[in-house]
Nanobody, 125 residues
């Protein structure tokens, strides 16, 4: 099982980035997938989760700026991040659960069984 993130980088305040996560190694098409992030010196935190139908949970502080999406055909999820702020600086992780939406909400780390290695997002002020 592999989850590979890409799309991170250095961007100025107010800029945008689009993160991608490609899944392989098992049929992920029906399970919950999500994004978490860990800022320097802080705990890892939930950012967004999505079902195979497109139902989504988004962290309150990024609602209206971040959008999660998914293409089941190629087992890829995306995180479109707009109006980025310095406090969005973090290592962003992709994760996949073993369960469908409704069995889990996708907002807690313990609900996920597979993790990528992360992609770094740095927002300069």
């Amino acid at each position: 099982v592999q989850l590979v993130e890409s799309g991170g980088g250095l961007v100025q305040t107010g800029g945008s980035l689009r993160l991608s996560c490609a899944a392989s190694g098992r049929p992920f098409s029906s399970v919950v997938m999500g994004w978490f992030r860990q800022a320097p010196g802080k705990e890892r935190e939930f950012v967004a989760a999505i079902s195979h139908r497109g139902d989504a949970n988004i962290k309150d502080s990024v609602k209206g700026r971040f959008t999660i999406s998914r293409v089941n055909a190629n087992l890829t999820i995306y995180l479109q991040m707009n109006s980025l702020k310095p406090e969005d600086t973090a290592l962003y992780y992709c994760a996949a659960a073993n369960y469908e939406w409704g069995v889990v909400r996708g907002t807690e780390e313990y609900e996920y069984d597979y993790w990528g290695k992360g992609t770094l997002v740095t927002v300069s002020s």
